[in-house]
């Protein structure tokens, strides 16, 4: 939990007024040394102290044997001494009254049993005098704005993007590139083991962090997901996450539809979605869109104007600009009237404006100022070495610049454009992608918190139950009922009316028609006794240890549309709600959508809408659209099942029916916990 | 066509002796300055002759007034005069003797109907002469190997990749990005607006150039099918493509640029599909598969162990591998062992071996050489600063090498690596898609030449016809009669056995469902009979103008699976056979694979392999696999029909139903050439 006290804990991490470096070392190659080198030569304006029983000056600095012995206060320790002797550092450091440590050391947790004890060892001292920690394990901290760079590379350069990092790399790479760039960031911090402070803390602390404008976070799993959700909900500023480990390494068994398609990556895609944050698949678009919603100002649509001096550029720039949705929409009769004057006979007035390689940075400027009203971004690509094309260009403008083909002018120039806090893209893919990501964030509503449950091994509700707890939300179900008897079950379908379907009932079947378990549109008495002997002694064949609790004998559905919705209870983030078409629509084309609860009915609609079969809901070729409203009260209602009862694990209704004029569901799965 | 004497003469342009520039400047800001001053300045041993009314000497050269004045014979003219004098300088040009020429200037086709009309004249006087032109509207030449820099900038780094561009730019930045990590570029050809040469004839000329390796062509569309398939089905070497223009909009940007005819996008792919043409979507995958191709060495297979310093960075190349289809599998026991004594304690012996941060150089390199022999390629990945990583790397060993993270320590060792002709790449993502692309290339057979016709409007086969073509080429149809009356539809019906249905025969309705031209599962005569009255009321109160051929009256198919098998000819490739799932599939999820003719039994099989769906035809849940073999029959079948019969512009086997021993023509529509 981050409340105020706690971030200003963070503070004596990001922000001290003293450095003790435990570990520090006379040996220039030492990473002893070459941290507290970076801490004196990144302006660090406090007061910083080397402790090392071996020295007696570090880098002209007095040295301590240990941080108990430094005079007045110190705000964090630096550690940076072998595993065995960090837990009796930080107790040294909790007895000094030091509020924050960052263990660069490794050997921990990510290296074995022996490791692990020794982190509980360094967590216990640190919870003891409340010392907050950062890693161990890690790369350090490294804030330009204080300035403070408790890491490596010394990187100094200031800018509006804070980063967290899991690896140490990645979030090194993101600051030497910011840092390439002339950009800068506003905080790196290496998270490395998370032993304390974790992804969580750090995005409510840069949430509040005024040079802070984004946070760009490296993960490979959340840590909390309770705290991250409670983060995330109160975040305003834009998230971006690369988060690794996409790819299942086996295949989830297919228990049910719904748990085979919702497996881990897909629930961290609904979690995002859910929160408007912004995904990042590779390393190169983690920077991008980190680049881009720092530094481009959001445009008020989607309408783009594409000026250049190079044809192919401007085609591959619009070939990803309709790939993401945007409207390259033609350049309107006025404004081609008034560039006309501007720019040579020669070049093309249309969407793109192609000022041909005869171009100079001025017929640029001339021909954005003529057009800028007419458009939400003008997409400006230099495709030549454009002298001086820095000149003409405006931060905050609603200008996505590329410089492409420019070779040492585009060099020069993109320099002078970032030193002016305007990003310049090196692709036209690269940069309409990262305005696309712009353009996508919304303003948040901060949504409910959902509730996390424990989740466990499970049992299958007997179908009749299952059926019950679906109707008893207003779900309409099939008509059903349960027979003992071939009698019984003629005497049920007589009263439902023909044509009636018959399947087995057993808490130890799962997959009823592979064991001969259903039969299907019996249509009169005499083909109902037929098929009743025939199923119970298939299902007695296959399985005879199974325990049978009757045939259930249910009136057929009337054809509709075959749809599938369900829920599974995922262990980090609780229920996830799906919803796709059914039958063999699901399980070759894995159209679905999912959500996190709490769902919303809007959330419900959207899940509705954007699976890639929606034409077959809104109506194909003629048939009639389905009714999206019922299918949304059963989305909502499963969800509140979910919601109402943390037993349950496991939701599939498969087949449910969509009706122009209502739904039925005509199969229910239900597992509960054992 | 390119004979062996046009290669001959594309050599007086890429490997001149003597060079003419017409339109040199004496003014530095002058292109005509600058491309002069390149050529002598990128070394080029023949003569050089600047051509200039009103100069005597420039950059220290004797100038001429014409090229008919230069004494001994001239190779090549690079023509940078305005465009109205063009005409009149090839003119003289080959009045010279001078065998090919570059035209630089703008101005023409692209710029509207004037200079449309001076461009044919250029073309005129050229073809007159036999002179082979480069452009007009290009950026020049540059053989980095003979020397030739005919363009601009003057980039001079010899490399082993061709670049072909239809954008200046494009190539450009292709160009400066090989020339900026030191790999160099066999050759740069600027093609403009392609009056003469084209990519086809550059390809051919490139695939017997002992300096090209691999070819790289940016291209908005093909300007010749025939010569360009003429010349990939030589291909002896890669070819990597970035194909522009591939959304509907940025299709529309592409004509307007260079007048280009670009064809449907899905064609392009069917096209680069067959002939093995690595496809590149962004400027940056150009660039990355490119380097790829002509510098690491295609390995055995796909087997891959990572070696790195940075856990983060291993774990989004394993992503990305997994996604790319490689198989990074667990490190043998045995290699377990022999690399424990050669690292660190807390290294993790795995897949990834992770080093840890605290690795060297060294480190890396003794576990290369140990585990080298266990897979096909080592992907190392030096995800921090690394000193001297470029001395333990090898050329052509197999190994992808990725350096991320390693700020100015990874700019000098990339530098190396480059210079040793090692490709390195800047993130786990890129190596990994550019290391998958060498991957999947594989030998080429040269498949025959497909027949490449003009395409039609067209005419609707009656329905008796179209089947009557199916089932001549062994295609099992549907019983099928046309009834000319209700009696006889009955007398058909009963020889054909119930149930059966009714369509329309017009040639004048093309949607017969939509008109209530259609009649299914009729199980008896009176059903029939009532049946042939209402269709023929329907049909006829809809399309009172439609002329009628009579009833067809069909066999009920029995259920199947529906799929659907057709061809489309495609003004620019000629016959494009498709197939698909049928039915909502085809058109809710438009799951289809397209092959250009010829189609090989094995790329009718292929076809049937990559569709999504394929599930449904290898067997689904329990039910059993449809016959794919009499599916390829049918394939095949529909690519002779294309073949033998130019008068056939389409062809829709919608639905064929397949069986587990068979399949059925259910429904055909055949549209042949007015």
Same mark, same amino acid.
């Given at each position: 939990?981050?409340?105020?006290?706690?971030?200003?804990?963070?503070?004596?991490?990001?922000?001290?007024?003293?450095?003790?470096?435990?570990?520090?070392?006379?040996?220039?190659?030492?990473?002893?040394?070459?941290?507290?080198?970076?801490?004196?030569?990144? #302006?660090?304006?406090?007061?910083?102290?080397?402790?090392?029983?071996?020295?007696?000056?570090?880098?002209?600095?007095?040295?301590?044997?240990?941080?108990?012995?430094?005079?007045?206060?110190?705000?964090?320790?630096?550690?940076?001494?072998?595993?065995?002797?960090?837990?009796?550092?930080?107790?040294?450091?909790?007895?000094?009254?030091?509020?924050?440590?960052?263990?660069?050391?490794? #050997?921990?947790?990510?290296?074995?049993?022996?490791?692990?004890?020794?982190?509980?060892?360094?967590?216990?001292? @640190?919870?003891?005098?409340?010392?907050?920690?950062?890693?161990?394990?890690?790369?350090?901290?490294?804030?330009?704005?204080?300035?403070?760079?408790?890491?490596?590379?010394?990187?100094?350069?200031?800018?509006?993007?804070?980063?967290?990092?899991?690896?140490?790399?990645?979030?090194?790479?993101?600051?030497?590139?910011?840092?390439?760039?002339?950009?800068?960031?506003?905080?790196?911090?290496?998270?490395?083991?998370?032993?304390?402070?974790?992804?969580?803390?750090?995005?409510?602390?840069?949430?509040?962090?005024?040079?802070?404008?984004?946070?760009?976070?490296?993960?490979?799993?959340?840590?909390?997901?309770?705290?991250?959700?409670?983060?995330?909900?109160?975040?305003?500023?834009?998230?971006?996450?690369?988060?690794?480990?996409?790819?299942?390494? #086996?295949?989830?068994?297919?228990?049910?539809?719904?748990?085979?398609?919702?497996?881990?990556?897909?629930?961290?895609?609904?979690?995002?979605?859910?929160?408007?944050?912004?995904?990042?698949?590779?390393?190169?678009?983690?920077?991008?869109?980190?680049?881009?919603?720092?530094?481009?100002?959001?445009?008020?649509?989607?309408?783009?104007?594409?000026?250049?001096?190079?044809?192919?550029?401007?085609?591959?720039?619009?070939?990803?600009?309709?790939?993401?949705?945007?409207?390259?929409?033609?350049?309107?009769?006025?404004?081609?009237?008034?560039?006309?004057?501007?720019?040579?006979?020669?070049?093309?007035?249309?969407?793109?404006?192609?000022?041909?390689?005869?171009?100079?940075?001025?017929?640029?400027?001339?021909?954005?100022?003529?057009?800028?009203?007419?458009?939400?971004?003008?997409?400006?690509?230099?495709?030549?070495?454009?002298?001086?094309?820095?000149?003409?260009?405006?931060?905050?403008?609603?200008?996505?610049?590329?410089?492409?083909?420019?070779?040492?002018?585009?060099?020069?120039?993109?320099?002078?454009?970032?030193?002016?806090?305007?990003?310049?893209?090196?692709?036209?893919?690269?940069?309409?992608? @990262?305005?696309?990501?712009?353009?996508?964030?919304?303003?948040?509503?901060?949504?409910?918190?959902?509730?996390?449950?424990?989740?466990?091994?499970?049992?299958?509700?007997?179908?009749?139950?299952?059926?019950?707890?679906?109707?008893?939300?207003?779900?309409?179900?099939?008509?059903?009922?349960?027979?003992?008897?071939?009698?019984?079950?003629?005497?049920?379908?007589?009263?439902?009316?023909?044509?009636?379907?018959?399947?087995?009932?057993?808490?130890?079947?799962?997959?009823?028609?592979?064991?001969?378990?259903?039969?299907?549109?019996?249509?009169?008495?005499?083909?109902?006794?037929?098929?009743?002997?025939?199923?119970?002694?298939?299902?007695?064949?296959?399985?005879?240890?199974?325990?049978?609790?009757?045939?259930?004998?249910?009136?057929?559905?009337?054809?509709?549309?075959?749809?599938?919705?369900?829920?599974?209870?995922?262990?980090?983030?609780?229920?996830?709600?799906?919803?796709?078409?059914?039958?063999?629509?699901?399980?070759?084309?894995?159209?679905?959508?999912?959500?996190?609860?709490?769902?919303?009915?809007?959330?419900?609609?959207?899940?509705?809408?954007?699976?890639? #079969?929606?034409?077959?809901?809104?109506?194909?070729?003629?048939?009639?659209?389905?009714?999206?409203?019922?299918?949304?009260?059963?989305?909502?209602?499963?969800?509140?099942?979910?919601?109402?009862?943390?037993?349950?694990?496991?939701?599939?209704?498969?087949?449910?029916?969509?009706?122009?004029?209502?739904?039925?569901?005509?199969?229910?799965?239900?597992?509960?916990?054992?």
């Amino acid at each position: 939990m981050m409340d105020k006290d706690s971030v200003k804990q963070l503070d004596a991490i990001l922000r001290p007024q003293s450095v003790a470096v435990i570990g520090a070392s006379t040996s220039p190659d030492k990473m002893g040394h070459e941290i507290l080198k970076n801490i004196i030569d990144s #302006g660090f304006k406090g007061s910083v102290h080397p402790i090392n029983p071996k020295a007696d000056v570090i880098l002209d600095l007095p040295c301590h044997k240990s941080v108990k012995d430094i005079e007045g206060p110190v705000d964090l320790a630096v550690i940076i001494i072998p595993a065995r002797f960090v837990p009796q550092a930080v107790q040294e450091c909790g007895e000094k009254g030091v509020k924050g440590a960052i263990i660069i050391t490794g #050997g921990f947790a990510e290296a074995g049993e022996e490791g692990e004890e020794l982190q509980q060892q360094v967590i216990a001292a @640190a919870q003891k005098f409340d010392v907050r920690l950062i890693g161990p394990n890690c790369q350090g901290v490294n804030n330009p704005h204080h300035p403070l760079c408790a890491s490596w590379p010394l990187l100094t350069y200031a800018g509006k993007v804070a980063l967290i990092s899991q690896s140490g790399t990645v979030g090194a790479a993101m600051m030497d590139w910011f840092s390439e760039e002339k950009l800068g960031t506003s905080s790196f911090v290496s998270m490395g083991n998370r032993a304390d402070v974790d992804e969580a803390d750090l995005i409510a602390y840069f949430n509040q962090d005024p040079n802070t404008e984004v946070i760009a976070a490296y993960i490979e799993g959340i840590k909390r997901p309770e705290q991250f959700i409670q983060a995330v909900e109160q975040l305003q500023k834009p998230l971006v996450i690369l988060k690794s480990g996409r790819t299942p390494k #086996g295949k989830v068994a297919a228990e049910s539809h719904t748990k085979a398609l919702a497996g881990a990556d897909a629930i961290y895609e609904a979690l995002f979605a859910k929160y408007d944050i912004c995904r990042a698949y590779t390393a190169e678009e983690f920077y991008d869109y980190a680049k881009a919603l720092a530094y481009l100002k959001p445009p008020q649509g989607n309408r783009i104007l594409f000026i250049t001096t190079s044809g192919g550029a401007a085609i591959l720039a619009t070939d990803q600009a309709e790939q993401e949705g945007l409207d390259v929409s033609p350049l309107p009769q006025e404004a081609v009237e008034a560039i006309t004057p501007l720019i040579p006979a020669h070049a093309i007035k249309a969407n793109p404006v192609d000022l041909t390689g005869d171009a100079t940075a001025r017929m640029f400027g001339d021909v954005m100022e003529v057009t800028r009203k007419y458009y939400d971004t003008l997409g400006v690509i230099f495709g030549d070495p454009v002298e001086d094309a820095s000149k003409v260009v405006t931060a905050d403008a609603n200008e996505l610049i590329i410089f492409y083909g420019g070779a040492d002018v585009e060099r020069h120039e993109s320099e002078l454009m970032h030193l002016k806090g305007i990003p310049v893209f090196p692709t036209p893919e690269r940069g309409i992608k @990262a305005l696309a990501r712009v353009l996508e964030r919304k303003t948040l509503d901060a949504p409910q918190r959902p509730t996390l449950t424990v989740p466990a091994a499970g049992r299958q509700l007997p179908l009749h139950q299952a059926f019950a707890r679906i109707a008893e939300q207003g779900l309409p179900c099939t008509d059903f009922a349960l027979a003992d008897s071939q009698s019984s079950a003629v005497q049920i379908a007589k009263e439902q009316g023909f044509p009636v379907a018959l399947k087995i009932s057993s808490p130890d079947i799962l997959h009823k028609s592979d064991v001969g378990g259903v039969k299907l549109n019996l249509g009169s008495a005499e083909a109902l006794e037929k098929a009743f002997d025939e199923l119970l002694s298939a299902v007695k064949s296959s399985n005879p240890q199974a325990r049978i609790d009757g045939v259930l004998v249910s009136k057929m559905a009337s054809p509709g549309l075959e749809v599938i919705a369900g829920m599974n209870r995922d262990p980090q983030f609780g229920p996830v709600i799906l919803f796709g078409l059914g039958g063999i629509m699901v399980e070759i084309f894995q159209d679905v959508s999912l959500r996190l609860l709490p769902l919303t009915r809007e959330d419900a609609l959207a899940m509705i809408r954007e699976i890639k #079969g929606y034409g077959l809901i809104s109506g194909y070729r003629g048939r009639p659209a389905v009714d999206e409203e019922a299918l949304a009260d059963c989305l909502t209602a499963v969800a509140r099942i979910a919601e109402s009862d943390p037993e349950i694990n496991e939701i599939d209704l498969n087949p449910l029916f969509a009706y122009p004029d209502g739904i039925l569901v005509a199969d229910a799965r239900i597992i509960v916990r054992d």
